[in-house]
């Protein structure tokens, strides 16, 4: 998949700052995978008690990632339990599809089925922008760094894009596979939740991860402190030699008769 091509869709969908977006998401994602992971594996834990919760903390991630840009806000469904960012309208929304490698996406449900609460998440938010103080310019620094002739293909497939008008509402869907050892896959695409549960993707690209740092590396638990325990420490070195004859073990006495 073209590069360029991801960034045309990032600016057709999310705004001029699309494509910025589009780059600092893997960061984010990794960055909040490796923190949990480290919070899990230096707890000593079996059970994923803290990885477990980087589905709560992936939404504020991206909402720390994004601020202080312009035409971004965070915004909460009715009943929802985070934040999610919405760019231009459009929610961001991270999706943990798979703990593995090997499954793949157009195989997930996001829902079973859907729900009123998942559709609400791909609903587009009107958020009041009168107010909007965050800076610009971040969009067009990526697509400058670009050569002129890709800065060329961007516009024509900018032209060509057409930004399906769906009734159920289009998000931008961060997904991901991963487990406390490694983030194995990570997705941006632009879709939107069918009546069966399943997601119709418009556009998906998948991001190249750095794989000999967290595909394949470890996360090292700091070392804890155990303090002392009654067997540590070195066993005491005892001299050792032979009895002599009068420190052979002592012999029963024998016991007193009583006369009748």
């Known amino acids: 998949m073209s590069e ?11 705004g001029v700052e699309g494509p910025y977006f589009r780059s ?7 960055k909040a995978h490796d923190e949990h992971a480290a919070t899990q594996l230096s707890s000593g834990l079996t059970q994923s008690v803290h990885y477990g919760a980087m589905w709560l903390g992936v939404p504020n991630a991206l909402v720390a990632g994004f601020s202080g840009v312009a035409g971004v806000r965070p915004h909460r469904i009715v009943g929802g ?7 231009e309208g459009v929610p961001v929304i991270p999706w943990r599809y798979a703990r593995n490698s090997r499954t793949r996406i157009d195989w997930v449900r996001f829902g079973r089925p859907r729900s009123r609460y998942a559709g609400a998440l791909f609903e587009h938010v009107d958020v ?3 107010l909007d ?7 067009d620094e990526v697509v400058g760094r670009l050569p002129s002739a890709a800065r060329r293909e961007l ?3 900018e032209a060509a894009i057409t930004v399906p008008n769906a009734d159920g509402g289009i998000a931008a869907v961060v997904a991901y596979a991963s487990i406390p050892e490694a983030l194995l896959r990570c997705h941006l695409g632009y879709a939107e939740l069918k009546p069966d549960g399943f997601l119709r993707w418009h556009f998906r690209e998948e991001f190249r991860l750095d794989h000999a740092r967290l595909d394949h590396a470890r996360l090292a638990a700091p070392a804890r402190d155990r303090g002392m325990a009654f067997d540590t420490g070195e066993p005491e070195d005892l001299p050792l030699r032979h009895r002599t004859r009068r420190e052979s073990a002592p012999v029963a006495r024998p ?3 009583r006369d009748r």
């Open 4 to 14: 360029v091509v991801g960034m045309a869709w990032a600016r057709a969908v999310l």
């Open 24 to 30: 600092v998401i893997p960061a984010v994602l990794a």
């Open 81 to 87: 339990q985070y934040d999610l960012p919405v760019v």
């Open 128 to 130: 009041p922008l009168e």
């Open 133 to 139: 103080f965050g800076e610009r310019g971040f969009g």
């Open 155 to 157: 516009a024509s497939h």
């Open 255 to 257: 016991t007193a008769r």
